[in-house]
């Protein structure tokens, strides 16, 4: 997957996202060995893509 290919399946808006729209982060879900983030309020900008355990990991330090 490239920067530009865009998940099929869709994204999904963090429950950290703030109830104003601000600093909304969405990761893409179609993959178990990746995870796309990118910024909602700029969707014109590419993603970033992680592995899915550095994601998992960093996810399991904000529910510290």
């Known amino acids: 997957m490239t920067m530009t ?7 999904r808006k963090s429950s950290y996202s703030g109830a104003d729209n601000g600093a909304c982060v969405e990761v893409g879900y179609e993959r178990v060995d990746i995870v796309p983030i990118r910024d909602s309020k700029r969707l014109d900008l590419p993603y970033i893509v992680v592995p899915a355990d550095a994601w998992s990991t960093f996810v399991s330090h904000l529910k510290r």
């Open 5 to 11: 290919d865009s998940p099929r399946s869709g994204w």
